[in-house]
């Protein structure tokens, strides 16, 4: 077994955890005194998200601008959680956000069909967000 191995696995796991909003902070991250460090993993959590959702802004900026800012990034935060980087490349990210938009353009196309995301059309005060999550 290679030294590194347990340094490699608490990596495994802080960097697993970062897309899931729901999970569990690792028991890894630890504040001062040894204690959780709950808050500051959600900030770290956060700042990657958004930090994923600005690289696919930047390389698809007629999308953003077609679609709207808060449609693009309640969709693009969506793609992030669900495809998250595989690679330490930063400017190969989203390769595959094309075919995500096509999936959701689709479940948008069925809602309509079936009249699920009229009543939400239809209020004033609805959101793309709300939008987007209406048909997914």
Partial sequence: MLP????LTS???FASALLDPAGATPAVVLGPA??????????YR???????????????????RV???EFFHA????H??????????????????????ETVRIRARFALACG?????LSRPTSSSAEMFAVSR
């Fill in 11 to 13: 990596y495994a796991t």
């Fill in 75 to 78: 969709m693009a935060r969506f």
């Fill in 34 to 43: 040894g204690k959780g460090a709950v808050k500051r993993y959600n900030v």
């Fill in 116 to 120: 699920i995301v009229a009543p939400c």
């Fill in 4 to 7: 590194l191995e347990p340094e």
């Fill in 46 to 64: 956060n700042n990657v998200t958004v930090s994923l959702i600005n690289a696919l802004a930047a390389v698809y900026p007629a999308v953003q």
């Fill in 80 to 101: 992030v959680r669900a495809t998250p980087p595989s690679l330490p490349l930063l400017f190969e990210y989203g390769r595959d956000f094309p075919a995500f938009i």
């Fill in 67 to 69: 679609t709207g800012d």
